[in-house]
């Protein structure tokens, strides 16, 4: 069974909550990351390519948004070619934010994310 028939279940099994999932389903972007799109990310922050992973990781999760700011923060990244600590501080907030969003994929592969930062 799916992640998104597992969705469908759960909001004909509880309608209090249906207004909640049912946007869940119309969002096309959010497909489960392979293996690979991980160790992706875990190659890109041994680098130290800390900002283009957390824009990989928005991208995944297709939320409009996180993408924007996270390429925010490349553009400062690029032209300064160093971060302030209060960008460092927003990036790792925005990176909870996005792994956050990504719990709804389960618990293993939240992990896994959360593992690769």
């Known amino acids: 069974m799916t992640l998104r028939d597992e969705v469908k279940k759960m909001a004909r099994a509880n309608p209090e909550l249906r207004p909640h999932l049912i946007p869940l389903l119309k969002k096309q972007g959010m497909r489960i990351p392979e293996a690979r799109a991980i160790e992706k990310l875990r190659q890109m922050t041994d680098q130290n390519l800390h900002t283009e992973a957390v824009l990989e990781l928005a991208k995944m ?32 907030k925005l990176l909870k ?21």
């Open 97 to 117: 934010m996005i792994l956050k969003q990504a719990e709804l994929w389960g618990k293993e592969v939240a992990d896994e994310l959360r593992g690769a930062f």
């Open 61 to 92: 999760v297709g939320n409009r948004k996180y993408i924007k700011a996270a390429e925010g923060i490349r553009m400062i990244h690029d032209g300064f070619r160093s971060l302030d600590v209060d960008v460092i501080k927003f990036r790792s």
